[in-house]
């Protein structure tokens, strides 16, 4: 027999506290969207009346299945519920659920508030009946609910009490300063229980020590059935504890997964990846390739002695399977990997060799030699496949530049104005015919792709759709005699992507270098062969 636990997000609101998150209406409407279809419960979508765009925000209801929330305080003191304006603005709120934060903490109550303990409890009990008497389910977020349980514990159990008495259907118990271990929540959480039923409790957790989604944990072993958290763990300060990791844990770890079900279906799971990607997407920021579950690296596999035991039984370094999260393996080829590295990487390209073909030796020497030089292949696949297919001799030898030459120009023009330009020469002998293309850019390297790509005469129309989308330079020692690493990532119309890399002293070389890989990967993966 299995118990539920409610999942509610607070990333349109909570999240919205992060420094350096700025949500637009249409942020907030797709991403409520998002968590409604993937089995979320309460979807908090911020506080009506505290700002233009969440009182739009909450002019309609936004979720179909996911208990539509808004956020606010508890009525003030020394006012009526009906004189309070900004407890109007969330009871008339087009919503399922109001979620009211109270002062928990008796230290809050007289610094921060500046009334009495009985006045804050009175102000929980009249907000609770008030929304109630809206027809609004109501929970009570009870503020620093750990730390006034350690300073005041009458006081804080008496706000959780007078918050369930009064007929508040979640009683949340928040370490809003994040500053509280998995064992006091536990404890805390276990004595709490004794007066409100664990039914009606949640946890909402901060991770200023790095521990949200363990405290979290922490007090769900110990009674809380509703979790609070955000996407990707977004929020105030060091954020709010993380939905995606939480999910992922209750759904595939026995301890929890034996004994409670969330609104997330096991084909939802499969999803999670996606969520925390479509996320960042909308928040225009890279993913965080290190998260637990969801990151690029979570499967990704670098060490040979990995590697070797992972083709053999991948549950011999995963501690789940990645696709349950819609996530993959990665089994990564550097100066760390193994023959069974690059078996697994050269499969996923569709390359086979046997383990003991001399070729593979020479492959793995190369790589070393090369990573030693400053190459990085696990970031650049196509120059990976590129090299394993040269060592092997199944790269066509479609041209040959003979020579490049580049011109940075920088002066003032007639009107006084500072002007940079750059012109670019390609010499490229294709057979037997010396072509030379010319071409101007922005840049050097600019204007060197746009001379090289200008003209691969019988190469042109397989390569005419191949966009330069990001280019990425790295200096691996200091001064100006280092050496750099450039990669560039590439795509074609059919939204294939694939990353190459360039390591030379020269940096118009490493780009040189990098550029060369991309366009004679695009030939290859064309199908291109080479004229005579
Ligand atoms: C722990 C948390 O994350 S709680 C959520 C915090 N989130 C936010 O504050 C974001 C949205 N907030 C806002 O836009 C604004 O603060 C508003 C619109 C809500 C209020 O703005 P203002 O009226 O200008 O008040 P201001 O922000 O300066 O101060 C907050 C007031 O709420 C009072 N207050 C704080 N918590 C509570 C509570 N639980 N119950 C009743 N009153 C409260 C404070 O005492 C203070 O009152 P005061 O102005 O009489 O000193
Ligand atoms: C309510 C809330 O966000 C907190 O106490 O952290």
Known sequence: MTERIHLFDTTLRDGAQTSGVD????????????????????????????NPTDTAFFEEKRTRRARFTAFGMTKRAGVSVSNDPGLAAVLDAAVDACCFVAKAWDYHVHVALGCTLEENLESVRLTVEAARARGHEVLIDCEHFFDGFKGNPEHALAVARTAHAAGARWIVLCDT???????????????????????????????DTGQAVANSLA???????????TLNGIGERCGNANLVTIIATLALKPEFSDRFVTGVTPEKLGELTHVSRAFDDILNRSPNRHAPYVGANAFATKAGIHASALVKDPRTYEHVPPETVGNRRRVLVSDQAGKSNLLSELARFGITVDRADPRLDRLLGEVKDREARGFSYEAADASLELLARRTLGTVPRYFEVQSFRVMVERRFNELGELVTQSEATVKVKIGDQLMLSAAEGNGPVNALDAALRKDLGPYQSAIDDLVLV???????????????????????????????????ENIIDASFQALMDAVVYKLVKSGVTAVA
């Open 177 to 207: 300063n994040g500053g509280t271990l998995p064992h006091e929540i536990e404890a805390i959480v276990a004595a709490v229980a004794r007066d409100v039923p664990g039914d009606r409790l949640g946890i909402h957790a901060h991770d």
């Open 219 to 229: 007090a769900v072993r110990a009674g809380v059935r509703q979790i609070q958290g």
């Open 23 to 50: 949500f637009t209406l249409d942020d907030k409407i797709r991403i409520a969207r998002m968590l409604d279809d993937f089995g979320i419960d309460y979807v908090e979508g911020g506080y009506p009346g505290a």
């Open 470 to 504: 990001d280019f990425k330079v790295r200096i691996l020692n200091g001064g100006t005699g280092a050496t750099t690493r450039v990669l560039i990532e590439s795509r074609d119309g059919a939204k294939n992507h694939w990353t190459t890399i360039g390591v030379s």
